[in-house]
Each structure stands twice: as structure tokens, then as C-alpha cells.
């Protein structure tokens, strides 16, 4: 089964879900609900996590008597929907601004290594691009 809508195209709720269940691969109703921010009751989680394997975004099997749910979605895809979306918005489709946003975030934090390896990636696009 292959996702069919595009992850930034799913509700602020339902982002939030994936965004659990990526982080932990298999997930129950209850997890979700202990880790969503200000939470609906179980049953509204319930109805989410079923819209969701409805949009083929998540699948589920039974164990015992619980169902656990994982992402149908690869997290490669995820991750290029959401930067895809995070770009548009607020970067104006600018890698060079979207860049510079995150090194100046991070500009106490990051290593010299860290810079290194974005130097050398940056390197390769310059190459390919020939």
C-alpha cells in the first residue's frame, strides 16, 4: 500500500500523529494520546488514528486487545513533503534563506564537522549541476 496524500496536506492533528508515530514506529490509541499536545479524548484519537489508515497513512494489526499502528509512509517521503511545505511557506521556495535560517539557529551549537559535511554536500549539488 503506497500513501496517496501528501504529508502537508494532512491536518495540524493528523501531522501531529505521524509526527508520533514516526518518532516510535508502532504505536496504540493511548500512547498517542499521552504524547499529543492538549489531547482530545480517546475516542476522538481512535477516530483520527481510523482517518488516517483511511488516507493510507497508517496501517495496523491486533495485539490482543489493542491495535498498534505504524506509518505507511516512508520517513525519506515524510521529511521531503514537510520540508517541501516548510520551504514554500516560509522560505519562499529559497534554499539559500532556508540555509541560512538553520546555521544561524544553531550557530553556538554547531560543530565543525557538522559544517564540514554541509560544505561538501554543497559541493556535490555544485557538481552535478554541471
Known amino acids: 500500500m503506497k500513501y496517496k496524500e501528501p504529508y502537508n496536506q494532512l491536518s495540524r492533528r493528523e501531522r501531529q500523529i505521524m509526527d508520533i ?22 475516542s476522538a484519537v481512535r477516530a483520527m488514528l481510523s482517518r488516517l489508515v483511511k488516507k493510507d497513512c497508517l496501517s495496523f494489526h ?38 541560512s535560517a538553520l546555521i544561524g539557529m544553531q550557530k553556538d551549537d554547531i560543530s565543525d564537522e557538522e559544517l564540514d559535511a554541509i560544505l561538501k554536500q554543497i559541493k556535490a549539488a555544485k557538481k552535478m549541476g554541471e
Do not use: I, W
Open 21 to 42: 508515530v514516526f518518532a516510535h514506529k508502532k504505536v496504540t490509541a493511548q500512547q498517542v494520546m499521552q504524547l499529543l499536545p492538549e489531547p482530545p479524548g480517546y
Open 62 to 99: 491486533q495485539q490482543g486487545a489493542k491495535y498498534v499502528y505504524e506509518a505507511v509512509m516512508d520517513t525519506s517521503e515524510a521529511k521531503q513533503s514537510a520540508l517541501k511545505n516548510l520551504m514554500s511557506t516560509f522560505f519562499n521556495d529559497s534554499p539559500t534563506a532556508a540555509v
